[in-house]
T-cell receptor, first 110, second 114 residues
Framework: GENVEQHPSTLSVQEGDSAVIKCTYS??????FPWYKQELGKRPQLIID?????GEKKDQRIAVTLNKTAKHFSLHITETQPEDSAVYFC?????????FGAGTTVTVRA | DVKVTQSSRYLVKRTGEKVFLECVQD?????MFWYRQDPGLGLRLIYF???????EKGDIPEGYSVSREKKERFSLILESASTNQTSMYLC?????????????FGEGSRLTVL
């Protein structure tokens, strides 16, 4: 099955700085790569996703890049704000099921 | 708004008890999923279903079973609860196709097995 590894497990950044989270996956059949954000005590919610025919996607302050050859993808958050503090999960899917990484706890320091 | 409702937010059970976790979604989604969430391990897929009466094993199905008698309802069953099943359980639903649509999660059921 698919194995998704996510790094780092924790990330502390100064407000206004950028944050980068990296993930690798094992199954070359995976073709869909979403990112979920989970605030403390709340349910995970989709923030951005990318499909295998696209190398980069941007939505305001967040962007995702995908390198299918190397089997890795990354989440970039620019101009971080306190409300960006949360746990972020990457995931990979092969059309049938979604496998998640272990999560990254992001803390934005004021 | 899509609503995924899990019947119990907090449960405390004893080892060996049978446990039912219920999940209902109101958006007529074909796909439903059960994950467990543990610190440092992320979300791990237990079972999923793409249609009524249909089920597929996820990555960690041992010790669990599921039931989907109606499209809107997906139940997770622990036949004989054990302490290592203490966890947060998250139900999710999504429209087709399969695993490549947005997952809508419930609020979670925190199960403690004593």
């Amino acid at each position: 099955g698919e194995n998704v590894e996510q790094h780092p497990s924790t990330l502390s950044v100064q407000e206004g700085d950028s944050a980068v989270i990296k993930c690798t996956y094992s199954d070359s059949a995976s073709n869909y790569f979403p990112w979920y954000k989970q605030e403390l005590g709340k349910r995970p919610q989709l923030i951005i996703d990318i499909r295998s025919n696209v190398g980069e996607k941007k939505d305001q302050r967040i962007a995702v890049t995908l390198n299918k050859t190397a089997k890795h993808f990354s989440l970039h958050i620019t101009e971080t704000q306190p409300e960006d503090s949360a746990v972020y999960f990457c995931a990979a899917s092969d059309d049938y099921k979604l496998s998640f990484g272990a999560g990254t706890t992001v803390t934005v320091r004021a | 708004d899509v609503k995924v409702t899990q019947s119990s937010r907090y449960l405390v059970k004893r080892t060996g008890e049978k446990v039912f976790l219920e999940c209902v979604q109101d958006m007529d989604h074909e796909n439903m999923f059960w994950y467990r969430q543990d610190p440092g391990l992320g979300l791990r897929l237990i079972y999923f279903s793409y249609d009524v009466k249909m089920k597929e094993k996820g990555d960690i199905p041992e010790g669990y079973s599921v039931s989907r008698e109606k499209k809107e309802r997906f139940s997770l069953i622990l036949e004989s609860a054990s302490t290592n099943q203490t966890s947060m359980y998250l139900c999710a639903s999504s429209p087709p196709p399969g695993g490549t649509g947005e997952l809508f999660f419930g609020e979670g059921s925190r199960l403690t097995v004593l």
